[in-house]
């Protein structure tokens, strides 16, 4: 009987706790969506979020709403989209010569917008914006397009315009699956088919689908422009009240733009290659430069820009493995009197150098390289057997060899060596100490880490995920894994 109640003061004790902590964090959550429910989306559900109404909810329910709240964002923000679009779609590919003039340019553009939602929901969706990429690059080429049109005067092909044409359905197509997707309910004031005060642009729409660009009015292109800048003005009063309230942060500026790029410029890039490659390696391929996506590229400049990505950061990789590999080379003729300062140097190394360098990459969810880096941090368990611990960096350096092959195949690189040299590249040095190994190792992170442009890495991870689903549906497990 002892024992029983011995149990049940346990088992009450373990209960009081975890209803204790859930308490904690239902006040927070509470405390959150007080806060969160002041959201400006398009929709009007604030009574929804009254705290009295919520405080009767589960834990779990209260997660589901704050989750919520963002969706329900993320849906205004498509519904502007697709009827900004569609508007502007309608209105132009048809007639574009005589409505698209320097006067009206900016009310049919929208990249400005894309790109300020975009930057509003990285953080609170953990980057994982998908669709709101594939809306930001299409709204980028589509200014380069109009401001061809409006300052030539017209003179494009028609296969270019096809191009364009074609990436507007695609992107309209994929708006509309991914509202779908994502049950986003129907009443927000940005949505065409459900704003009851806002019958002219549905009105407008159905003209403009319903006739032919030669029949198309001056008054009817005026109540287009009209309804445009209705909805833009909306918009930009979310904007500006989500971020003034402190509910968004967003930097309403080009940035994005610049941060696909990774580095500022091909130079500063040229410099790290120029540093740290062998002169044996085909440095030519390691330059390859993909503009931005622009009138003639249509989804193939993305392929490209994503490519291009791809091959700057899995050279960084390399040279990383490479100088692991190098390091690890170095235990092999290891005696038994420098054993014990060799595994010093080898922690500061895993901690100051590799460690840093999957920080500043994004790294620690790569599987791949996490493996790597975490059987080359076992070898220091075996710091009483010095045989035991040579054995293991021979498995650390079989890993190294593995995934330096899966990442040049699968992104087509050429064989990469890295070098070990006093200054930038010059003075080889062939039989390198372990000081020298970190010295140079220190540089070549130091070095990534002043010239990549903050943030550049997550933003292009965020970027190869819509690519990856939306342009490149086919791609493998594998090559996500050990190649990204």
């Not at 990285?122 to 594939?134: D, G, Q, R």
Request: aromatic residues 12%.
């Amino acid at each position: 009987m002892a024992v029983l109640k011995s149990w049940y003061v346990i088992v009450f004790l373990i209960t009081s706790v975890w209803s204790s902590d859930d308490q904690v964090e239902k006040e927070s959550y509470l405390d959150k969506l007080q806060s969160l429910k002041q959201l400006a989306t398009g929709y009007n559900n604030h009574d929804e979020y009254d705290r009295k109404k919520l405080e009767n909810l589960s834990l779990v329910d209260l997660r589901q709403k704050h989750l919520d709240l963002y969706r329900y964002l993320e849906c205004g923000y498509f519904y502007s989209t697709l009827f900004h679009l569609k508007l502007m779609g309608d209105a132009l590919f048809d007639n574009i010569r005589d409505i698209l003039t320097p006067e009206t340019l900016e009310d049919f553009l929208f990249d400005k917008e894309a790109s300020m939602m975009l930057d509003s929901l990285l953080v609170p969706n953990n980057y994982e914006v998908k669709n709101l990429w594939l809306v930001f690059i299409y709204t980028r080429q589509i200014r380069v397009f109009f401001e061809v049109t409006v300052n030539d005067g017209a003179k494009f092909s028609s296969n270019v315009l096809n191009k364009t044409r074609r990436m507007h359905e695609f992107v309209l197509t994929e708006i509309e699956k991914h509202l779908e997707c994502c049950m986003c309910p129907l009443e927000n004031s940005f949505n065409i088919k459900y704003e009851k005060h806002f019958s002219l642009a549905e009105q407008q729409l159905s003209l403009c689908n319903s006739t032919t660009a030669e029949s198309a009015s001056v008054a009817n292109n005026g109540s287009v422009i009209d309804a445009i800048r209705q909805k833009k003005r909306l918009l930009h009063y979310n904007f500006q009240e989500n971020r003034q309230k402190g509910l968004l942060e967003f930097s309403m500026s080009e940035s994005l733009t610049v941060c696909l790029f990774l580095f500022h410029d091909k130079k500063t890039y040229k410099s790290i290659i120029d540093e740290f490659v062998a002169d044996n390696s085909d440095r030519s391929t390691l330059f390859i430069s993909a503009p931005f996506p622009n009138i003639l590229s249509g989804l193939e400049g993305v392929k490209e820009l994503w490519k291009r990505q791809h091959k700057i950061i899995g050279t960084l990789k390399i040279i990383m493995l490479e100088m692991m590999l190098s390091y690890t080379l170095k235990s092999q003729d290891l005696k038994t009197y420098q054993f014990s300062e060799f595994l010093n140097y080898t922690n500061t190394f895993k901690l100051q150098i590799v460690g840093k360098f999957m920080d500043i990459m994004s790294l620690h969810d790569n599987v791949a390289f996490k493996n790597v880096y975490n059987i080359f941090a076992s070898c220091l368990l075996c710091k009483k057997d010095i045989s035991k611990f040579i054995d293991c960096m021979s498995k650390v350096q079989q890993k190294i060899f593995r995934l330096i092959n899966v990442i040049t195949n699968n992104i087509r690189l050429p064989k990469i060596k890295s070098i070990v040299s006093d200054c930038q590249g010059e003075n080889v040095i062939s039989k390198p100490t372990v000081d020298d190994f970190f010295r140079v190792g220190k540089m070549f992170v130091g070095k990534i880490e002043n010239c990549i442009i903050p943030h550049s890495i997550r933003l292009a991870k965020s970027f190869w995920i819509m690519v990856r689903e939306k342009i490149l549906p086919n791609t493998t497990t594998t090559s996500r894994d050990e190649a990204n």
